[in-house]
């Protein structure tokens, strides 16, 4: 029980949500706009996804590990380290982290090719992206996370957005549409959100180690125009997700989760310690878990009553 509980830990287990309410959200829309509903298949791409997301948290701490990240924000006044400290406190050597960072891949490989088999290959297509995503994020060559340029934005939009609801719908309907897509940018948009406040914790240590995000490249100030650009867009998507047809007009209730983040905002000044991005990246959290669940019950209530 003590090393599962370390595990949990070591791979931020509590995060999960982020990933299971888009898988959720697909699957719901397809039992709604086709009638089409898998139980098996959910629970296999659930645990597919949720062994994907792990394996990227893990990854991810690994690659920041030896890229010298986490020694940078150790070392750097005012920064608040976000990785889960097994490495850099030596709870876990270096290989043991890596093995079960690898045995969660192995999880996520195995559920994608039980779906495959159980649908049709085109179904890891949303695997392989989302596993290529995940590596390449901190991983050499490419990095492309730590390149300041909007690619790990745009990553992560893909990753816990469009990829996990249109995948999971595709594995429920075996086909997908444009208002799929459509209904994956709230939570897209607002899981983006979680990550881009996240860098405001330590973007002084990345500047340091070479790490270079929107947040380093931009600028406290600026960035912080665009992480209320960001939450302002996620809510305009679902906005037009109604107009366009894709979620029925009680979906709008959703907007009323945006209140909470939107008082985080008001509190904050062009420059702010680190500390004052906590409660931002909580709401930016708390906003994906409110809103996803809203457009997931207006999906059934338009299903079974309307």
């Known amino acids: 029980m003590d090393q599962m509980r370390m595990f949990l830990r070591a791979s931020r287990f509590y995060v999960l949500p982020a990933i299971l309410i888009p898988v959720i959200l697909g699957s719901v829309a397809a039992y709604t706009w086709t009638g089409e509903f898998h139980p098996v298949l959910l629970l296999i791409t659930l645990l597919g996804s949720a062994a994907a997301h792990l394996f990227s948290n893990m990854i991810n701490d690994l690659w920041d590990y030896r890229n010298g990240v986490d020694d940078a924000a150790k070392e750097t006044a005012q920064a608040i380290s976000t990785n889960s400290g097994f490495l850099t406190k030596g709870i876990y050597s270096e290989k043991k982290f890596a093995f079960y960072t690898w045995l969660l891949f192995f999880v996520a ?18 695997a392989v992206l989302g596993a290529l995503i995940a590596y390449f994020y901190v991983a050499p060559p490419i990095k492309f996370g730590y390149r300041g340029k909007g690619y790990s934005e745009i990553g992560i939009f893909l990753a816990f957005g469009a990829i996990p609801v249109m995948g999971s719908y595709y594995v429920q309907a075996g086909h997908i549409n444009w208002e799929v897509f459509l209904i994956s940018c709230p ?120």
């Open 187 to 306: 939570v897209g948009i607002l899981t983006t959100l979680i990550l881009f406040n996240h860098h405001f914790l330590h973007w002084r240590a990345d500047e340091a180690s070479g790490k270079r995000t929107l947040v380093v490249v931009w600028g406290e100030e600026r960035a912080l125009k665009f992480s209320m650009a960001l939450a302002i867009l996620a809510y305009v998507t679902l906005i037009a997700g109604v107009l366009f047809g894709a979620l029925h007009w009680l979906a709008l209730t959703g907007l009323l989760t945006a209140i909470p983040l939107a008082n985080k905002y008001k509190v904050m000044k062009p420059v702010n310690p680190s500390e004052a991005y906590l409660p931002l990246m909580k709401g930016a959290l708390d906003a994906v878990l409110s809103c996803g669940l809203v457009m997931i019950a207006s999906l059934l209530i338009q299903a079974w009553f309307l």
């Open 109 to 126: 490989l195995l559920c994608g090719i039980a779906l495959a088999v159980a649908t049709d290959a085109l179904v890891l297509i949303f």
